[in-house]
């Protein structure tokens, strides 16, 4: 049986820790969603966030993010490999960089938006690079 077929069997047994994994997952998903435009902020370790919190607390809401046109791929392609690929690893990082440095020359005199737009980054980077990479 494939981690994707295990069904209800991997829901948690409290009813309160569904909720607060319900919850979380929820949460991850905004944020995941909210990164697509924010620079800085990583979309994808939110949305494998939320789907590791869906598994475990809505085989529904997992199962919708696995079949989505836009998550379902790199879902899928995660929970069959746990890792990505250098090329996936390289265009992240470059397009954080690159939407990082632009953000920060529109900031360009509110220092402290860009230090928190360097923290980010540099935080989304790690995140990214931190995760296995495969050949191909």
């Known amino acids: 049986m494939s981690r994707g077929d295990q069904g209800a069997e991997t829901v948690h047994h409290s009813r309160l820790v569904r909720g607060l994994l319900w919850v979380a997952g929820s949460v991850s998903l905004v944020l995941g969603l909210i990164g697509v435009v924010v620079p800085g ?20 809401l997992h199962a919708w993010l696995l079949n989505h ?8 392609d995660w929970e069959a490999n746990r890792s990505l690929t250098r090329r996936t690893k390289t265009i992240a ?12 020359w529109s900031f360009r ?7 928190v737009l360097v923290v980010l980054g540099v935080i989304g980077a790690w995140v990214v690079l931190r995760i296995p990479t495969r050949k191909s």
């Open 109 to 115: 005199h509110r220092w402290i938006a860009q230090v």
């Open 41 to 60: 902020l990583p979309t994808t370790p939110f949305i494998l966030l939320a789907a590791a919190c869906y598994a475990k607390a809505s085989p529904r």
């Open 69 to 76: 046109r836009l998550t379902g791929p790199m879902l899928r």
């Open 93 to 104: 990082v470059v397009s954080m960089l690159v939407m990082v440095s632009f953000s920060i």
